[in-house]
Nanobody, 122 residues
Framework: QVQLVESGGGLVQAGGSLRLSCAAS????????MGWFRQAPGKEREFVAA???????SYADSVKGRFTISRDNTRNRVYLQMNSLKPEDTAVYYC????????????????WGQGTQVTVSS
């Protein structure tokens, strides 16, 4: 399994921006699809964004146009740029990975980070 560590979470006011980073271990990072998920209190973990091995992004409708996922295979990093943040974006954000192709369901991902808290105030 790949070891993942998220960072960049924090408290931000509505309308603000935040950039999350995920550092991955291993020498085969480029072979993995990467995803970002989030979980708010009392809710199930939900898909936010994913990026393919080739860099093609996918987004949940709730974040489309506001969030941007990217990856840097030379640094074993995946990023989530979050703009125009809303209070409903408040959640713990998790980085995850799976072999080869993108998926949108949490059980299909093999490795997970510890999560980073994002809180958006009104």
């Amino acid at each position: 399994q790949v070891q993942l560590v998220e960072s960049g979470g924090g408290l931000v006011q509505a309308g603000g921006s935040l950039r999350l980073s995920c550092a991955a271990s291993g020498r085969t990072f480029s072979r993995y699809a990467m995803g970002w998920f989030r979980q708010a209190p009392g809710k199930e973990r939900e898909f936010v964004a994913a990026i393919s091995r080739g860099g093609t992004p996918s987004y949940a409708d709730s974040v489309k146009g506001r969030f941007t996922i990217s990856r840097d295979n030379t640094r074993n990093r995946v990023y989530l740029q979050m703009n125009s943040l809303k209070p409903e974006d408040t959640a713990v954000y998790y980085c995850a990975t799976r072999p080869n192709v993108v998926a949108f369901d949490p059980p299909q991902y093999d490795s997970w980070g510890q999560g980073t808290q994002v809180t958006v105030s009104s």
